[in-house]
T-cell receptor, first 114, second 114 residues
Framework: EAQVTQNPRYLITVTGKKLTVTCSQNMNHEYMSWYRQDPGLGLRQIYYSMNVEVTDKGDVPEGYKVSRKEKRNFPLILESPSPNQTSLYFC?????????????FGPGTRLTVL | AQSVAQPEDQVNVAEGNPLTVKCTYSVSGNPYLFWYVQYPNRGLQFLLKYITGDNLVKGSYGFEAEFNKSQTSFHLKKPSALVSDSALYFCAVRDTGGTYKYIFGTGTRLKVLA
C-alpha cells in the first residue's frame, strides 16, 4: 500500500531533550516536506526537500533540522525542543513527474513539550 | 510574497444543499492551487488542483472548484452536501518559481447538518 508513515504518533517530552520524528514514504517520491498545524494558523511549512541531500527552509524553520540521506526518509530533528514547538506535525511527499503533483500526507505526530 | 486566505472559520450547511468554501490567493505569476480535506484525527487528503486549463476543476467525492483569475479566487463547491463531508478544508498554493514551497490557508471547518 502506498503510504507515508511517521513515528512516533504521539510524544510528550521536556524542554531541551533532543528528539527525532521519522518520516518514510514507499512511493519513490522525490519531494518531501514537513509541516506543523496549529489552531487558527493552518499548516505552515517547516522544511522541504526536492531530492536526496537537497533541503531548504519553509516558512517556520527556526528550531528544527532535517536531513535527506535516502530518498524514502526525511527525519525532523528538534535539537532543543521548547514549549512553543508543541504542535501537530505532518510529513508529506509528492512526485516530481508531472508539472505539479499532489502531496500525500502522513497520519501526523502530536508533540507536547513540557 | 504568496498568500492564501480562507475568510470563513466555519461554514454550516444543511444536508442536500449546495456548499461553497471560499479561498482567495495572492501570487506573482500563474498560480498552482490545491484543496485538501482533513477528517478528524487523520492526515490531509488531496481533493483537487488547478494548474492550467479549464477554470472549473473536478475532484474527488463530487467536489469541484472554480478558478477565477480576475477575482484571484479558487472556491470549493459541491452541488449537494452530505453529512460525511463534515471536515476541515484547506486551500493551498505552491510556489511557481521552481521551489517546493507551499502556503496553506488557515482552514475552514465545514459542518453539514442532517
Amino acid at each position: 500500500e502506498a503510504q507515508v508513515t511517521q513515528n512516533p504518533r504521539y510524544l510528550i517530552t521536556v524542554t531541551g531533550k533532543k528528539l527525532t520524528v521519522t518520516c518514510s514514504q514507499n512511493m519513490n517520491h522525490e519531494y518531501m516536506s514537513w509541516y506543523r498545524q496549529d489552531p487558527g494558523l493552518g499548516l505552515r511549512q517547516i522544511y522541504y526537500s526536492m531530492n536526496v541531500e537537497v533541503t531548504d527552509k519553509g516558512d517556520v524553520p527556526e528550531g528544527y533540522k532535517v536531513s535527506r540521506k535516502e530518498k524514502r526518509n526525511f527525519p525532523l530533528i528538534l535539537e532543543s525542543p521548547s514549549p512553543n514547538q508543541t504542535s501537530l506535525y505532518f510529513c508529506a511527499s509528492s512526485s516530481s513527474g508531472t508539472t505539479t503533483s499532489e502531496q500525500f500526507f502522513g497520519p501526523g505526530t502530536r508533540l507536547t513539550v513540557l | 510574497a504568496q498568500s492564501v486566505a480562507q475568510p470563513e472559520d466555519q461554514v454550516n450547511v444543511a444536508e442536500g444543499n449546495p456548499l461553497t468554501v471560499k479561498c482567495t490567493y495572492s501570487v506573482s505569476g500563474n498560480p498552482y492551487l490545491f484543496w485538501y480535506v482533513q477528517y478528524p484525527n487523520r492526515g490531509l487528503q488531496f481533493l483537487l488542483k488547478y494548474i492550467t486549463g479549464d477554470n472549473l476543476v473536478k475532484g474527488s467525492y463530487g467536489f469541484e472548484a472554480e478558478f477565477n483569475k480576475s477575482q484571484t479566487s479558487f472556491h470549493l463547491k459541491k452541488p449537494s452536501a452530505l453529512v460525511s463531508d463534515s471536515a476541515l478544508y484547506f486551500c493551498a498554493v505552491r510556489d511557481t518559481g521552481g521551489t517546493y514551497k507551499y502556503i496553506f490557508g488557515t482552514g475552514t471547518r465545514l459542518k453539514v447538518l442532517a
